[in-house]
């Protein structure tokens, strides 16, 4: 049984850089075939897939954010964080890490991921941007 649990500041301003980690037990972020994906859920919205990194240590990232993001992993600490720079209030989210062994790019561009998408979630972390 694997545990995901996301870690970063809490409140920002816009312009800043919002960094996220996510540090996984009970399981290796190099596993064969998982895909470590950060989700954000903005009151009133859905979910959001916004990129994901693969076992292999590859990247995948939702267009829609205009290449803001960035993911990233660090072996050592079984662990992988997500940068978005340039925040706005509209990033003002809950965010999520998530993974599981299907990577369902095309429909997670158009749609909202559903949550039985992924095996294991991290319990999600609030990030306001605000003036």
């Known amino acids: 049984q694997m545990q995901l649990q996301e870690s970063g500041p809490g409140l920002l301003k816009p312009s800043q850089t919002l960094s996220l980690s996510c540090s996984v037990s009970g399981g290796s972020i190099t596993t064969n075939y998982y895909y470590w994906s950060w989700i954000r859920q903005t009151p009133g919205k859905g979910l959001e897939w916004m990129g994901a990194?693969?076992?292999?240590?590859?990247?995948h990232y939702n267009p829609s954010l205009r290449s803001r993001a960035s993911i990233s992993r660090d072996t050592s600490k079984n662990q992988f964080t997500l940068q978005l720079t340039s925040v706005t209030p509209e990033d003002t989210a809950v965010y999520y890490c998530?993974?599981?062994?299907?990577?369902?790019?095309?429909?997670?561009?158009?749609?909202?991921?559903?949550?039985?998408?992924?095996?294991?979630w991290g319990q999600g972390t609030q990030v306001t941007v605000s003036s």
């Open positions: 998530a993974t599981g062994l299907t990577l369902l790019l095309r429909l997670w561009v158009l749609q909202a991921p559903r949550r039985d998408d992924f095996k294991f």
């Open positions: 990194i693969a076992y292999t240590g590859n990247t």
